[in-house]
């Protein structure tokens, strides 16, 4: 893994000096689900987080971080954020809101920082595994430590 190149996300955990693991996985285009990685790599589901972008009614983008295994209720987004509702961003407004693609997008080094939440299924878990910046890569860390670095919010988030 040594040719692996560093993403905005490794870059900023390397500066604010948390560890983690870079994990390399295989993937192609028609297979950019949480449960493929989650199966290349051998964790459990509730160990693999995606990374979702939406946009409250009161246009702020937010960013859900849920178990692949799991789907993301919009009510309950929408209470634990204290908006009205929310609304997930079409896939082709992703990079230009936050710096990454479908399948690469991770909770740390967006463009901006963006309001960030996890469901509460991170707090039964050790170590969790995000997306690391782009596609093909994953990082995985202690999940109390990536809560804190993100300044999450932590919740009922999924159905």
Known sequence: MADLKKTNAMRMLDKAGLPYEAIEYEYDENDLDGHHVADFLNLPYEEVFKTLTARGDNGEYLVFCLSVDDELNLKKAAQLAKVKRVELIHVKDLLGVTGY???GCS?????????TFFDEMIELVDMVSVSGGQRGVQIRMDA???VEYTEATVGSITM
């Open 101 to 103: 693609i479908r399948g």
């Open 107 to 115: 909770p740390i080094g967006m463009k901006k920082k963006y309001r």
């Open 144 to 146: 109390k430590t990536l």
